[in-house]
């Protein structure tokens, strides 16, 4: 079942040392999804792919995309967006300068 793997458990973990009540006790735990997009079609499979899977269990996720690496697609960077999900730039244009 999604997510399966991986579950980061980093926060349940520090809680336990620091002996705090688990605010998220009974309920849904949080979870971060970020995407780092590196090409046209990794864009076009996380809208028609990844972001149907989050958001039918009410997740949004950021994604990462390198606006000098390729020739982004405004359209589907807006629908990402006008369905709620974050953009970040991932870097310049990957010569990792």
């Known amino acids: 079942?999604?997510?399966g793997w991986p579950l980061d458990l980093s926060a349940d973990f520090l809680a336990d040392l620091a002996g705090e009540p688990n605010p998220w006790a009974g309920g849904p735990a949080p979870v971060?999804?970020?995407h780092d997009l590196d090409s046209p079609e990794g864009l076009r499979n996380l809208v028609e792919r990844f972001l149907p899977l989050e958001e039918a269990r009410?997740?949004?996720s950021t994604s990462f995309v390198v606006p000098c690496g390729w020739r982004l697609d405004h359209g589907l960077?807006?629908?990402a967006?006008?369905?709620g999900h974050e953009l970040g730039v991932h870097g310049?244009?990957?010569t990792h300068r």
């Open 1 to 3: 079942e999604f997510p």
């Open 32 to 34: 971060v999804l970020s």
């Open 58 to 60: 009410g997740a949004r």
């Open 77 to 79: 960077l807006g629908e």
């Open 81 to 83: 967006h006008a369905r």
């Open 92 to 94: 310049y244009d990957h």
